[in-house]
């Protein structure tokens, strides 16, 4: 049974991130992005998640907002400083308590929970304790996860274990832009095996815990296409999509990591020593559902002695959002695809898609948003194509359901189906919302 080519079981929902929106930075412990965002020329307005959406106080409205739009499953994340102050150790009531408040709210209006374990917003008492560099956080990672799953896993049936696995190796350990701001590609290397490490554990964990629950991982993919037919660019792009995307993909879906991706990091950086027997075998553990967040494609080409991967972004042809990204829903109905053609039958949630615009301010209660609003229907089109396709794929949520603290842009990126007026809190529709409410009703339930 489908309703207009969307399978009976399918979802529609909104996303959310603990540090983005939440606020309330005094009632939980500190992490890196409380300290990153506070070095000056971090965060490009110097904002920081201090006050953000005021979340914290104000999740009721925002759970009334989502049941108005006929929103079936939101996707928020878990702060796990606000859980475990100092990373391990005493938890804080009052911080599981406000998660409990909060899963209660969703089941009284409907709206099912899916909740991430990891977005990004590391204890900065385990940082200074090491950090991803180190192992052992991967371990105190799987017993914040086994904590949260007893205390919640009455409220919640589906979980992912960590949000993005690239931007926090990579983009917080290569290139430095997001937190904690280092760059030494080796140890991003590093990073992303301990992350993949702690994703396994957290898997185990749940089996043990809760054996009916289901789990994913969420990789942020990026389908990479050459800029000419030449040789070079060809293998660019091949290198570029090793590293970015199949880098996540093969551990967590074939327990193995990509040969020419780890040829072309060991020749550069020397042996994984990192890597121990049975790492990876835990690190590919079965999972139910995996989580793509999609937003554009890349298009790349080589270019010797730039960077660690020897090539550079082209510059995107077509139209772009207000973050540069090229708008592309074809590429996500291919990627769907590839996913199925290169790693089997898998359940797949979309778990982030939508677009950052300069919004005009907000007329009559109103926000008129129509290249975001065109944005969502190219790619709902394009989820509903793959599914035609035979794709197997269960839910779909925007990002995001709140403009909120888009990290190093700070407040200054708004990527809402709902405008926040962040001088008065005030919560305002933009015309997407509306028609995502509109869409939802007459494609699902
Ligand atoms: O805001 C982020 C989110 O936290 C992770 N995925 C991409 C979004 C837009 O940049």
Redesign the pocket.
């Known amino acids: 049974m489908s309703v207009n080519g969307f399978p009976e079981h399918f979802r529609f929902g909104a996303?959310t991130?603990a540090i983005?929106i939440e606020g309330a930075t005094d009632a939980r412990g500190p992490s890196i992005w409380d300290s990153f965002s506070r070095v000056p020329g971090t965060v490009s307005d110097g904002g920081t998640p201090d006050v953000a959406c005021d979340h914290y106080h104000r999740w009721r409205e925002d759970l009334d907002l989502m049941a108005e739009l006929g929103i079936a499953t939101y996707r928020f994340s878990i702060s796990w400083p606000r859980v475990l102050p100092g990373g391990t150790g005493a938890p804080s009531r009052e911080g599981i308590d406000f998660y409990r408040r909060l899963l209660e709210g969703l089941h009284e209006r409907g709206i099912r929970p899916l909740a991430t374990l990891y977005?990004?917003d590391l204890p900065q008492a385990l940082h200074d304790r090491g950090g991803w560099p180190a192992r052992d956080t991967a371990s105190r990672f799987a017993e914040y996860a086994a904590l949260v799953y007893e205390e919640l896993g009455d409220l919640v049936d589906d979980w992912i274990t960590i949000?993005?696995p690239w931007?926090v190796s990579f983009l917080g350990h290569g290139f430095g832009t997001k937190a904690p701001g280092r760059t030494d590609w080796a140890e991003a290397i590093r990073v992303a095996h301990h992350v993949l490490l702690a994703h396994g554990l957290a898997v185990d964990a749940l089996r043990e815990l809760r054996g009916d629950a289901t789990v994913g991982i969420t990789l942020?993919l990026w389908p990479t296409e050459p800029a000419t037919s030449s040789a070079d660019d060809e293998a660019a792009a091949r290198r570029w999509d090793g590293a970015h995307n199949r880098w996540f993909l093969d551990p967590v879906l074939r327990g193995a990591y990509p040969d020419d991706v780890v040829r072309w990091y060991e020749s550069r950086v020397g042996p994984f020593d990192w890597v121990l027997d049975g790492d990876l075998e835990v690190i590919g553990r079965p999972i139910d559902f995996l989580g793509v967040?999609y937003?554009s494609r890349d298009v790349v080409a080589s270019a010797p002695g730039a960077g660690p991967l020897e090539l550079t972004r082209a510059a995107p042809s077509g139209p772009t959002t207000g973050?540069g990204w090229e708008v592309a829903p074809a590429s996500l109905h291919a990627l769907l695809l590839r996913l199925k053609r290169d790693y089997g039958d898998l359940a797949i949630s979309i778990t982030?898609n939508?677009a950052?615009y300069d919004d005009p301010v907000p007329t009559n209660g109103l926000v008129e948003d129509p290249e975001r609003l065109e944005y969502l229907r190219g790619h709902l089109e394009a989820v509903r194509r793959a599914v035609a396709d035979g794709v197997d794929v269960r839910s779909y949520f925007t990002?995001?359901l709140l403009d909120?603290f888009?990290?190093e842009?700070g407040y200054e990126?708004r990527?809402g189906i709902v405008y926040v007026d962040y001088a008065t809190q005030r919560r305002i529709p933009k015309r997407s919302a509306l028609w995502y409410r509109d869409f939802i009703a007459a494609n699902g339930r």
Request: hydrophobic residues 40%; glycine residues 4%; without cysteine.
């Open positions: 996303a991130a983005q977005h990004w949000n993005e931007v942020d967040n937003y973050m982030e939508g950052a990002w995001s909120n888009e990290w842009h990126k990527f």
